[in-house]
C-alpha cells in the first residue's frame, strides 16, 4: 500500500495532462513552451540548488560512494548490451534513451518520500547523505552515457562531439556549477536560492502536467507493449544492481535500504525533458515514463518486503 500512496498522485497529475490536451484547453504549441520552459529555466534552477546544497557533504562515506557509482557505470553497461543486442537493435536513438531512463531514478520527488514513509527520521537522515554522494555523478554521468550511445562511440571526434553537446546542455552546466561552488564553498546569497527554489518547485507538476499532454489515453496499452522491457530494466535491474554493488561495499543497514528503495523508483519524470532538448524520441520517453510509473505501484511494495521494513 505504501508504494501506491507513493506513486497515485504523480499518476493524477498525468492523467490532468492528458485532460487538458484531449478538451482542447491547451495545445501542442502550449507543450513545447511548457518543455522548453522546463529545459531551459526550470531544472537548472532545481539543480543547481540541489547539487549545491548536497554537493559539499560526501566526505566520510567512501563505501556508500564506490557502490553508488560503481552502480552509475556499471547499470548503464547493461542495459546498452540489452538494448544493443535484444529489445532496440539498430536503433542509436532508442538505444540512448534505454540508457539513461535506466539509470535516472526519480530520486527527490519520489525517492525521499518514499524513503521517509519506509522509515521515518533514519530514512530522512540516510537519503540527504546519499543523495549528497550520489546526485553530481547521477545528473552527469546518465546523461552522458545517454550522449555515448547516440553519437554511436567513443572516437577522438565522437569523443569532442561529446563534451561539446554536454557543455551545451543546462542540466549539466547546471550541475557543474552546483558541484563546482559546493567543492570551492563559494558562497551562494540566501536570496537566490530561495529564489530559485521557488523557480524549481514548479519541475514536478509543470513536467508532468507536459508527460500528460505528450500522451493519448488510447495508446497507453501501446506504450505497455513497448516499453515493459525498459520498465523492467529500471524496476527490477537497477535495484538489484544497487543492492549487489552495497553488498561488495558495505554500509549501515539503513544506508543500504535507502539507496535500493530510491533506485526502485520509476524513471525520473525530466528524462522526458531531456530527450526532447536532446533530440530523441520524446515520445517513447514518456511511454517509458508513463509504464515505470504504472508498474512502480508493484515493484515498490515488493522491494520494501525484499529489504525487510515493515
Sequence with gaps: MKGIFIIAPLILVIVLGMALRATGFMTGH???????????????????????????????????????????????????????????????????LSVMAAARSNNVYLGLPASVLALGNAGMEAASVYLAVALPGYNLISIIWGEVVYSGGISTKAARDIAARALKNPLVTSSLLGLAAAQLK???????????????????????????????????????????????IKLVLHPAVTWAFLL???????????????????TAVNTFILAAGMGLDELYACEIIAVTTVFSTVTIPIWIALLGIN
Design 186 to 232: 563559494i558562497p551562494v546569497p540566501q536570496t537566490l536560492l530561495v529564489s530559485m527554489k521557488l523557480v524549481a518547485d514548479m519541475a514536478t507538476g509543470v513536467a508532468l502536467v507536459s508527460l500528460g499532454m505528450s500522451l493519448e489515453i488510447s495508446n497507453l496499452a501501446s506504450a505497455l507493449r513497448n516499453a515493459w522491457h525498459d520498465a523492467l
Design 248 to 266: 561488495i561495499w558495505p554500509v549501515p543497514r539503513t544506508f543500504l535500504q535507502v539507496a535500493v528503495i530510491i533506485a526502485s523508483m520509476p
Design 30 to 96: 502550449d507543450r513545447e513552451r511548457l518543455t522548453r520552459l522546463l529545459y531551459w529555466i526550470v531544472l537548472p534552477a532545481l539543480l543547481f540548488r540541489t547539487t549545491y546544497l548536497a554537493g559539499g557533504d560526501i566526505s566520510g562515506h567512501g563505501n556508500m560512494f564506490l557502490s553508488a557509482y560503481a552502480a552509475m557505470a556499471a547499470l548503464p553497461l547493461i542495459t546498452l548490451l540489452i538494448s544493443a543486442f535484444v529489445t532496440h537493435r539498430g536503433d542509436r536513438g532508442r538505444q540512448a
